[in-house]
């Protein structure tokens, strides 16, 4: 659930595991892979989750 946007980033939070992650949109712009791998890494999912 978004719990907060400050410009160009949201805060989601995980009411389950207490766990709030930021993500950037930024409209029409991919997201670094740097970023991504952060975002990933925070987010404690594993890694085929992110697949489709």
């Not at 389950?16 to 409209?27: E, I, S, W």
């Not at 892979?33 to 952060?38: D, I, Q, R, S, Y």
């Amino acid at each position: 659930m978004v719990t907060h946007q400050s410009g160009s980033h949201k805060k989601w939070h995980h009411a389950a595991k207490n766990a709030t992650l930021t993500v950037p949109f930024h409209a029409g712009k991919t997201v670094p892979l740097g970023t991504m791998l952060a975002i990933m890494k925070n987010a404690k999912l594993p890694y085929d989750v992110w697949i489709d």
